[in-house]
Every structure is written in C-alpha cells, then in structure tokens.
C-alpha cells in the first residue's frame, strides 16, 4: 500500500479539522522536530542511545513530523500535492536541475 498526499490531507481532514488550528499542529511539529533531533543526536552518538534501533526510530519520527505538515496543510485546505509540484518546479529552475519531479513522475510512469 502506498500513501498519497491527497488521501493523507483528507484523512487528517477528517480527523483534525473540525477542531484543530495550524498553530496547535505546529506545536505538536516543533515536538516531533525535537525527537528527530534527538535520534539524529544518537545516530551521531552525541547522545547515549541504549540499545534502541535508531533507524526505526528515526522513521517513527519523520513520520510523526511528517503527520503534522499534511494535518497543518489540511486545516488551511491547500493543495499540499499540487504545491510540491508548483514548488520544486521553481527551485529546479532557481538552480539548474536537469529534471524537476513533474518530469521525474511523468518519466516514471511512461517506464512502466
Ligand atoms: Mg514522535
């Protein structure tokens, strides 16, 4: 199974915005931030880790922040899918990439 953009925002749609505003999202971002810093800081070994898996935390982590962009994106209904698109289509002409994500998707597609 994989995760869309479009069915995660609408998914967090239902579950945050009825109630929930992008700042009290973006505390819970600034938490979740905080805890990949703190696995990172292990992973570099800054920072004592046991004998915890770094690597599945780090994910369980990213995930977490992950979370709480789309839910932000949700409750401020943008088109968080359309916006990368949009975004990485000006950075990849800003700074000269060869390929910007549309293409890298169309291409893909086209080699199945
Ligand atoms: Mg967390």
């Known amino acids: ?14 579950r945050y915005g009825e109630w ?3 700042q009290s999202l973006f505390m819970k971002l ?6 990949i810093a703190e696995v990172l800081n292990c992973k570099a070994g ?7 898996d770094l690597d599945a ?9 992950i979370h709480y962009i789309i839910a932000i994106a949700a409750v401020n209904n943008i088109d968080l899918n359309k916006t990368i ?21 169309k291409k893909k597609e086209n080699s199945v």
Do not use: P, Q, W
């Open 57 to 65: 935390e780090l994910g369980a982590e990213l995930a977490d922040a």
């Open 85 to 105: 698109i949009e975004k990485d289509k000006l950075g990849s002409v800003k700074y000269g990439h060869k390929i910007n994500l549309e293409g890298f998707i």
């Open 30 to 35: 600034v938490e979740e931030m905080g805890e």
């Open 46 to 52: 800054r920072k004592s880790a046991g004998d915890k």
């Open 1 to 14: 199974m994989k995760v869309n953009f479009d069915t995660y925002e609408e998914y967090l749609f239902e």
């Open 20 to 22: 929930a505003d992008g």
